[in-house]
């Protein structure tokens, strides 16, 4: 290929600019240092934000509708404060005592101590709709003329037949699942569960658990205020604990703080041990860590000025940035020193090998950055941000190492420093290197067996949608959480659709029940409730109807009903006395509940789901039955709440993935087409690559693992950071003279360092207590394991396969002279 080709002047530049800085070494320090401070000082500030609301486009209806959820009412979400270890009346006392209290701290707007039994108890009748109030009329005349005709000494019945029944059970079954009685809830009036020998209160916050410094603020506030409490008199076990939205979002922000520390300080550790072990060289070592340090500065203040925080999957960036950056600098500085101990002067050395070495690098890098820029195409944040960062962060990469590393060499030089010559020819790679040109043949065939076989089993890979295998469900607000729902009979966290006006909250209900109705048992939907529902209509005429019952019911004599129906005969009695009541009459503690927070207007339906909202499916399922109402104004309103962001996230995934992936692999093809200027070296050199994904995918279905919304980002990742394996090996195999074993046993030690540090990063992770984060670091390091197999045996052994077939079809079609020497062939 002709040296005049635009890489070839390319190549030519880089070996002048890395000569440039070896010749001057401190003009290049000194800008390294100025961009290092300025990245340090724009990376200051940068938080994580785990909130699921960050990771999709503000453009989002599920977005904005959270945001207005937010303002409106203050949030989701409770900070629930458990009694725990003593007997239901000690119980009970807890929340009579510390209910009052914890109402009045400042962060509190109330709290929700018991459910509204009573209430709802003695005006149950009001909702019952007129028809089966006359039904329950005329139950009741039934009987009272019986009870007339048992009370006449002249009448005499010539069959016995038995007293018409007060019992009324179909009817009550009729309105069960209404909002009244689900909130009311079955036996006592506390949130108590006797056998767990817990109490529960719930205090709604001011304030949004998305706000991390406000959740802690709240949280802090409750803990304070019970540590100072004199406990004891509840009984010698009895204790506290706290969990809800607010606790879990702290404790969980925790959990991923702490792995992502670990991971970056393993990395680390685990990027020095193998350098250490790779150059048996401190200096060595340093020479390549400095540039890295450096990138990763100037990367993370990019992101500090672009993006001002990190989320669940950027987080994580740093040690996977350093791996890969790590990699650069071993084949760099292996190829300097194998050129220093040829005899080469340090200049000459830096000058060739970042004019081959460092574009192959650079090639590596623009291919890996490109693949990366697929992933900013999603509108799912975690993924466009991903994206960005990752590619910015392997183009800075490859910039401070043409900046320093030289720079660095030139004055280590100047010092005396000779680097510690490597033996090519012993070790593991050499070895190999010896191996496999006499056994390719049986290699090529075990190798592609196998992958063949992996592949075929590739399509019974899943896709895992329940968001609870994410997340850390070991911790103790979590387990506690989980035990909450049971208290109270349904889900503590319902989703929201916002009103304007009471007849649109009737609407909102009437819509939403009906298609409760219409999906029956396969609705998503347990029950609806609303201020504007919890007010009867038609009180008036249920009341007169409600007197005329109360004044028949009266004159029953409890004695000859049968003792079953006693106390329901007794029950009726006292709720057909109740009157008529208002919005302003329900309890407090649930009217706030749709209440908005002050100096809001409007008001809200709450939606309360029969599955698991942590649950993708089901989620699904449930987003799609409350959402898109149609109003007669023709305006249209949906539920907002953090399980329709996990559905929109999970829905965008499983849209977005397939055309991700493609366009990774298409980018990563043109680059290397482009960049390498030749058509069958890019398909050689992405050949590795695309075996180890299909192969690695094939392994997954094997040992039972699965996709998630989170480890589906390894797949293109792996794509952009395993494909510059190929690309060193064939550029080195078409230098002129190259001999495969001397070649293979250079290279392929470097190739074996870079993927080792490239998953380094992601090895961290598999230390994670996050799922989620857990699951990233197990798919990353089994495709690097794939790829490793592949790369380093199958690939090489392929390639002597070809090398000698061609070599043997040349050999054939070239006919020999008279004298027994071999002619070109006729074409």
């Known amino acids: 290929m002709s040296e005049t080709r635009w890489s070839g002047r390319f190549e030519a530049a880089m070996g002048s600019l890395a000569a440039r800085s070896h010749r001057r070494p401190w003009v290049a320090l000194f800008v390294m240092l100025v961009l290092t401070g300025l990245g340090a000082f724009f990376a200051r500030d940068l938080r994580l934000n785990a909130d699921l609301a960050n990771l999709l486009p503000k453009s989002f209806p599920s977005v904005q509708d959270l945001e207005k959820l937010r303002t409106r009412f203050g949030g989701q979400g409770n900070v629930v404060v458990a009694g725990i270890g003593a007997e239901p009346e000690q119980l009970k006392q807890f929340v009579d005592d510390m209910a009052p209290k914890l109402a009045t701290l400042s962060e509190i707007r109330f709290v929700n101590a018991q459910r509204p039994s009573q209430f709802f108890d003695e005006r149950g009748l009001y909702y019952v709709d007129l028809p089966d109030l006359k039904t329950i009329e005329q139950r009741i005349d039934a009987r009272f003329a019986w009870e007339k005709e048992q009370a006449n000494p002249l009448f005499v019945r ?46 709604k916050a001011k304030g949004s658990s998305a706000d991390l410094g406000y959740s802690k603020k709240v949280i802090t506030q409750v803990e304070d205020y019970l540590a100072k409490q004199d406990l004891s008199k509840y009984g010698p076990g009895f204790h506290t604990a706290i969990t809800g939205t607010f606790k879990k979002k702290i404790d969980q922000q925790a959990v991923i703080t702490g792995d992502l520390a670990r991971a970056s ?63 650069h600098g071993i084949h760099l500085l292996g190829r300097w020193g194998t050129l220093r101990s040829e005899g080469m ?53 490859v910039a401070s190492y043409l900046l320093i590393l ?60 329940d968001s609870t295998k994410l997340d850390d469900v070991s911790l103790p607000s979590v387990r506690l959480d989980r035990r909450i729902d049971h208290i109270l009979g349904y889900s503590a966290t319902p989703v929201v659709v916002l009103t304007d006006s009471e007849g649109m909250e009737r609407e909102v209900v009437k819509q939403l029940q009906a298609r409760k109705e219409k999906f029956g048992k396969d ?123 996990l559905a929109d996230i999970l829905d965008m995934v499983a849209s977005e993935g397939p055309r991700i992936l493609v366009a990774a692999v298409v980018s990563v093809f043109l680059a290397m087409w482009l960049t390498l200027g030749s058509l069958r070296n890019a398909v050689i050199c992405m050949l590795p690559t695309l075996l180890s994904i299909a192969g690695l995918v094939g392994l997954m279905s094997l040992m039972g693992l699965q996709f998630n919304y989170l480890n589906i980002v390894v797949i293109p990742v792996l794509i952009g950071t395993t494909v510059d394996a190929g690309v060193h090996l064939i550029e080195r195999l078409g230098e002129p003279g190259a001999d495969f074993a001397t070649v293979y046993a250079e290279t392929g030690r470097a190739i074996t360092g870079g993927l080792l540090t490239s998953a380094i990063g992601f090895l961290a992770l598999v230390f994670a207590k996050h799922p989620g984060l857990n699951s990233i670091g197990d798919l990353a390091n089994l495709g690097f394991a794939v790829n490793m197999v592949i790369v380093l045996v199958g690939f090489p052994a392929l390639l002597l396969l070809v090398d000698r077939w061609r070599n043997k079809h040349s050999a054939a079609s070239t006919p020999a002279s008279d004298d027994g020497t071999e002619r070109p062939a006729e074409s």
């Open 158 to 203: 010539l069959e016995e037949e038995p007293a018409p029944s007060l019992d009324f059970s179909d009817i009550q079954k009729k309105y069960t699942g209404g909002a009244n009685m689900r909130l009311a809830g079955q036996g006592s009036t506390y949130y108590l569960d006797p056998q767990e020998r817990m109490v529960v209160m719930l205090l």
């Open 265 to 327: 300080s393993l990395a680390l550790v685990l990027l020095l041990a193998y350098l250490i072990f790779h150059f048996r060289s401190g200096l060595s070592v340093g020479l390549t860590m400095v540039p890295v340090v450096a990138g990763l500065s100037w990367t993370y203040g990019f992101v500090g000025i672009a993006y001002g925080q990190v989320n669940l999957l950027t987080g994580f960036l740093a040690a996977v940035l350093g791996g890969l950056g790590v990699e």
């Open 345 to 397: 002067t340090s200049e000459e050395a830096v000058r060739e090998t970042f004019k081959h070495t460092g574009f192959s690098a650079l090639i590596s890098a623009l291919v890996a950055a490109l693949t990366f820029l697929s992933l900013s195409w999603s509108e799912f944040r975690a993924f466009h941000e991903f994206g960005v960062i990752a590619a910015v962060g392997m183009m800075v990469s």
């Open 406 to 465: 030289p720079a660095l060499l030139g004055l280590v030089s100047r010092w005396g420093w000779v680097p510690r010559e490597h033996q090519s020819q012993s070790g593991p790679m050499a070895m190999l290197a010896r191996f496999l040109p006499r056994r390719y043949r049986a290699v090529a065939l075990v190798i592609g067996v196998a992958l063949v076989g992996l592949i075929s089993q590739a399509y019974r890979v899943s896709f895992n949608y």
């Open 523 to 645: 609705s998503t939907i347990d029950f609806v409730g609303a201020l504007e529902d919890l007010v009867p209509r038609q009180q008036e005429e249920k009341h007169a109807l409600l007197q005329s019952i109360h004044k028949k019911l009266q004159r029953i004599d409890p004695e000859r009903v049968d003792k079953a129906q006693r106390d329901d005969l007794l029950r009726a009695v006292k709720m057909t006395a109740a009157k008529p009541f208002v919005r302003e009459d329900l309890p407090e503690s649930l009217r706030r509940q749709f209440e908005p927070a002050a100096g809001q207007k409007g008001g809200v339906v709450l939606v309360y789901a029969n599955v698991s909202l942590s649950d993708g499916v089901g989620t699904r399922r449930f987003t799609k039955e409350v959402r898109n109402l149609q109003m007669p104004d023709g305006s249209q309103v949906s539920a907002a709440g953090e399980a329709l962001i």
